[in-house]
């Protein structure tokens, strides 16, 4: 059973730091691709970042570039999100999706608000 188990969301000041992990198990995690995707209020979920299954490549919506930052352990079968310098507007439930036939997590929620 395919389980992805994201954690670490919750209220933070804007400028604060988070860092989110999902905890992968139920397939071979150093084989997949891993994304984190983003859904706020109101709006439709968007990719954030991306990562290769070796951790060699990865990738950023342009809007995010420079502040976020995506990686994995592979030992741990874990992949985080850090996310430094963050705004109001990052505030969304933060969900981890694995390649392997398209498993989502549960979602973790980030809310930024002084």
Known sequence: QVQLVESGGGLVQPGGSLRLSCAASG??????????????????????????????????????KGRFTISRDNAKNTVYLQMNSLKPEDTAVYYCYAFYRGYWGQGTQVTVSS
Do not use: C, H
């Not at 994304?35 to 979920?45: F, L, T």
């Open 27 to 64: 397939f071979t995690f150093s084989r997949y691709a891993m994304s984190w995707y983003r859904q706020a209020p109101g709006k439709e979920r968007e990719l954030v970042a991306t990562i290769t299954s070796t951790g060699g490549i990865t990738n950023y919506a342009d809007s995010l």
